[in-house]
């Protein structure tokens, strides 16, 4: 434990500063919560449309109006090597070792700080200007044919680098740009737009048919200032927050839906959950003790058991339950394994099964490190076709139907314990 981050049983503007350097806004007298705008709100900040939401958008929740939010940010049980947090220096102990502020005023100060980020941080001009500058490239590349690389669009529609590679990223997503083969920075415009196109506001009908038009961009900075989603999967152990109970029944009453993720080693809490989130997230980080050990780096004691224990309670629960395997590419997913998570997931009997490959970002780097490896992050890296082959295999020897799959978030969703017929989407 970093002691130097706890003085006197209060986190020092040390830890705090570290965290703030990035887009963490840390919350409450206690400094043990945090929000952070995740990345599928920007993107969905810069359309308004479906098709940039996060894979959450499958159960009907919205990325521009959900705050990512935690109530126990640096106090987790868990090293996992996969973590893109900082365990080694961001993570203050397997136990709360602060005072609990109150979540009213937690969630109060979280609401302010949102709209701040809504407002100041990610401001609407942004998104506006974004939506000019991709039908100033797309204009340019029609009329200057071959390939093209954001350092010379840059020069060339007087637009700084990161607003054309942002615009550009977009203009990729949507196909309306490819990438030059053997490169990543260099694009040329789509063929039939170069054979049916010819004006600037051809252009911009085409851009407002396929992308966004300004209304929406408009629509959606305005919505995401009220959010009504609370995702309870920041950073940390959640369930290690004293609080929780009433932390999420303070959500409830403002009529936010509550997803919560935890790592499933505090069963004894979730059994006393009241009210319980609108669903429930249990990881499943391996598919025996063995490989949790070497993947989680636990710092308690019968670590696996007590995962088995919450597993045991989905039953019993009443909210709607997912088992999510984060799944690390020559570690924990192998067709070997696949007896193993389909047995697990029969006897839990959740509402549903998810896959989503680790996250390569951040401290997730340090991967290699921390399995004291030798091998490239990339070794452990699941790509989507990996993934999707795994998850076709389970499919077939599971008999759940996969229902939902995502390539950007690298998440597949399965049904077990929920009528085929029935929707996903949870009813506000």
Request: hydrophobic share 35%; charged share 25%; glycine share 4%.
């Amino acid at each position: 434990m970093s002691n130097r981050y706890i003085i006197d049983n209060k986190i020092t503007n040390e830890f705090v500063e570290a965290y703030t350097k990035t887009n963490y806004r840390i919350v409450g007298p206690n400094k043990h919560s945090a929000i952070k705008p995740c990345h599928w709100l920007e993107q969905k900040l810069l359309t308004g449309r479906a098709n940039r939401n996060c894979y959450k958008g499958i159960f009907g929740i919205e990325s521009h109006k959900c705050l990512q939010n935690t109530p126990a940010l640096p106090f987790c049980n868990h090293q996992c090597v996969f973590c893109w947090r900082d365990v080694e220096k961001g993570n203050l102990g397997s136990m709360f070792l602060v005072e609990s502020d109150e979540p009213k005023a937690l969630i109060d100060e979280m609401l302010s700080h949102h709209r701040d980020i809504i407002k100041n941080h990610l401001p609407l001009r942004r998104y506006l200007e974004n939506y000019e500058i991709m039908i100033d490239l797309l204009y340019y590349m029609l009329h200057h044919e071959g390939c093209h690389d954001p350092n010379s669009l840059s020069r060339n529609i007087h637009v700084s680098k990161n607003k054309v590679e942002r615009a550009l990223n977009l203009l990729k997503n949507q196909k309306f740009i490819h990438p030059i083969e053997n490169s990543s920075n260099r694009f040329e415009i789509d063929k039939e737009i170069r054979g049916c196109i010819t004006s600037r506001e051809e252009i911009e009908l085409l851009i407002n048919r396929e992308l966004t038009t300004p209304d929406e961009i408009m629509a959606v900075h305005a919505e995401a200032l009220t959010p009504n989603h609370a995702a309870i999967s920041l950073d940390g152990e959640p369930l290690l927050y004293p609080m929780i109970s009433e932390y999420v029944d303070e959500f409830k009453e403002r009529n936010f839906t509550t997803f919560i993720v935890t790592n499933g080693t505090l069963p004894e809490i979730l059994e006393q959950l009241n009210p319980l989130p609108t669903q429930l997230y249990i990881t499943l980080p391996a598919p025996n003790e063995k490989i949790y050990k070497k993947i989680c780096r636990p710092m308690i004691k019968d670590g696996w058991k007590k995962i088995k224990e919450s597993l045991s309670l989905i039953p019993s629960l009443s909210c709607r339950t997912v088992i999510r395997l984060t799944a690390v590419k020559n570690l924990n997913i192998d067709s070997a394994y696949l007896k193993n998570y389909v047995s697990i997931v029969k006897e839990a009997n959740p509402n549903f099964f998810e896959i989503k490959g680790f996250t390569l970002q951040a401290k997730a780097l340090k991967i290699s490190e921390r399995l004291k490896k030798a091998e490239s992050v990339q070794y452990y890296f699941p790509e989507y076709s990996f993934l999707e082959e795994f998850s076709e295999k389970f499919q077939e020897l599971s008999g759940f139907p996969l229902i939902y799959k995502n390539e950007s978030s690298r998440d597949f969703l399965f049904t077990v314990n929920w009528d085929e017929d029935k929707s996903p989407k949870i009813k506000k």
